[in-house]
Structure formats: C-alpha cells, structure tokens
C-alpha cells in the first residue's frame, strides 16, 4: 500500500503506531508493539500512569462470579500470564510491582451464595487463614488470586517502555486522528502534529472524546483510602465483601476501597464517603482502628454501556482501540497488549474479541 507523501519528507519524523494514552494498557501494548519491530509513539494527555492505573486497588480478580461470562476466557489468560509480564517489567526496569500470591478471602453477597462458581470450593477456617477478622465464622471461601501494586506496576512499564526505545510524549492532548486518503496517518495534539499509520486509541474514560469516531466510553468514579498498620502483617490476605474491600501490601499499607459513582470528570473525595469506607473496613478487621490514615483519593474507570471492553480495529483502516477495561484494566493489560498488538501487526489474535468490537457500538 502506498504512503501517504509526508512519509517520504526525511525531515519528518514518523512511527509506525501512535499510542494515544500511557496508562498500564497504553505502556502495555507499546511494549508488546516493540517485540514485534514497530516504531512506537505514546502520547499522554497527562503524566503516564496518573489515571486509572495510579487509582487502581490492583487485585488481579479471576473469579468468575463477578466476570461477565463472554469476558472470563481473557480474564483467566491474563491473570495466568502475570508472573511473566511481572518477571519481565521487574528485570528491565529494577521496580519491584509487589506481586502477592497469598490469595483472596472472599465474603459474597447473599445472592451469590449459592452460585456455581463457589459451590466447589470448601469453606476454609477463616480464623487461621486471618486470624485479624472480626468475624471469622460468617461465611467466606477463599480464592488463590494474586494481587499487586499499580503505581509500582505502572512505574515499571513506563521505565521498561523507555527501555526499550518507545518515544514518550507527555503533557499534550490528542485532539484529533488524522486522515489521509481515508485511512490514518497520525494524530494531531494541541502543540502539533505527529505522523504514523497506525494509531491505537488507549485513552481510558477520554477515549471518547477523539474524533472522528466517537467511543462510547464514560469515566466512573473510585473513591478511596490507605492506611498504614503495624506490624506490617495485620492483614495477610486481600478481603473482598459486598460494602469494601482491603488491600495489603508488602510494606505495610492496606488500600481499601471503594465506590462506584456517576460523576462525570469530577476526582474530588468525599469526606462522609472515606470514612464510611474506613469505618466498614474496620468492622471488619477491627486491629485497623489503630492504623493510620495514609492518603484518600479518587480515580476515574473507563465504563462502556454494556460494562465490556472496546478491543479491535475500527471501520477506519489503520485505526484501532483498546479502552473500556471498567475496573480490569490492571488484570487484562497482558492480555489485551498481546492480542491488541497481534491484530495491529495483521496476525490473527489468539483469542475471539469479536464480542468487544468496536462495530457494536456503530449505530
């Protein structure tokens, strides 16, 4: 296929895929994009990895009870694939991403119960699993998930992206992808123009916002907190139940959260809704009274009308997307830069995304 002629001027520089947005999916695929030999671009509206990646709690949730059916084969291949992605940001970057593996207590809502997913998992004594629980005979299974430190994970792939020679373009917004003869040919931000043929659209709950096709992507909004406890192994476990969740990490500090609002761009906190969230995560482990408050914050999820992702090429050629991950943007980064940057390559993806099409949305 011919270049467009801006290709041919020497004195203008070009890659061959423009990553629009350098969250945890966006540095992601520009890694797996360098594997394969491409010229790769990020161009981040903000500092990379400060959005939904920076708010994230991190528990890589594989458990099929809250994944819609259609989404649980990426699910599982992506969490599988975390020791690996883990292994290779860790040895190119130097950042440990506190990878835990000390698995999930999970206490589900009434309703789930009984579902499918648990019936084959035997109630264990919760008391000698977590001795730290206020609670521990109300009924809970518990789940071999893993977690890990976003903002470390985040660190991480941006340094190894570096590593590996990926053109890093922060503090500038996307205001359009452009066009030549029909097909892209780079995007333009507003201090100038950059060239490629193929651009991905990596921008999260602003993924929308780039014309010309318009991502029905809408930002949803976390709030949530950090405490600091002593000893540092309060809590050994990550706790999921219905009104919170709690997050250790290896130096000390559990995230808990969190809240699922409709609030447009808006990334205030709330004080009533921190405390309630404290106060509910010390109900349940009660030794947490006596930590101290670290930090509260709010992030902004990238939600789709229909709660899955938006993964694939678009009906204009050489541009594609990969955004809409909700609250699974940290456990499907492997996998959504593997497959992404199989279709962006022309190499058919090992798995069917054909439900995550962006065509879904076309009319």
């Known amino acids: 296929m011919e270049k467009p002629a801006l290709f041919y001027n020497a004195k203008v520089k070009s890659w061959d895929v423009i990553v629009i947005g350098g969250g945890i999916i966006g540095l992601s695929l520009s890694i ?38 259609v989404l649980q084969p990426l699910a599982t291949a992506s969490a599988r694939m975390y020791p690996e992605f883990v292994h290779e940001l860790q040895d190119e970057s130097g950042i440990n991403v506190d990878l835990r593996d000390q698995g999930t207590i999970l206490f589900p809502a009434e309703h789930l119960q009984a579902s499918p997913g648990l019936a084959d998992i035997a109630p264990p004594p919760l008391d000698a699993l977590e001795p730290a629980l206020a609670d521990p005979g109300i009924p809970g299974v518990f789940l071999q998930e893993r977690s890990v430190d976003p903002r470390a994970l985040g660190t991480a792939a941006l340094r190894t992206a570096r590593h590996r020679d990926v053109d890093i373009s922060s503090g500038t917004e996307v205001k359009d992808v452009l066009l030549s003869s029909e097909r892209v040919s780079g995007v333009r931000t507003e201090k100038t123009s950059y060239a490629a043929t193929a651009v991905v659209n990596c921008a999260g709950a602003w993924a929308g916002q780039i014309p010309p096709h318009r991502f029905p992507t809408r930002p949803v909004k976390g709030q949530m907190l950090s405490l600091v406890a002593a000893p540092r192994n309060v809590l050994r476990h990550v706790i999921r139940a219905p009104e919170v969740y709690l997050v250790p990490r290896s130096d000390g500090r559990i995230v808990i959260g969190s809240t699922l609002e409709e609030a447009g761009y808006d990334k205030r906190t709330d004080v009533d809704t921190i405390q309630r969230l404290h106060h509910a995560a010390i109900r349940m482990v009660p030794a947490l009274s006596e930590a101290r408050m670290l930090e509260g914050w709010a992030g902004l999820r990238p939600g789709t009308p229909d709660a899955l992702p938006i993964l694939g090429a678009t009906a204009i050629p050489g541009y594609f997307v990969a955004t809409g991950h909700f609250r699974d943007g940290i456990l499907l980064a492997p996998i959504t830069a593997h497959l992404m940057a199989q279709v962006i390559t022309g190499v058919k993806p090992e798995y069917d995304i054909s439900a995550f099409s962006p065509a879904r949305f076309a009319n």
Request: net charge neutral; proline share 5%.
């Open 32 to 69: 797996a994009l360098r594997k394969r030999g491409a010229k790769v671009l990020v161009v981040e509206r903000g500092e990379p990895g400060q959005e939904a990646s920076h708010a994230a709690a991190g528990m890589l949730v594989e458990c099929g009870i809250e994944t819609p059916a």
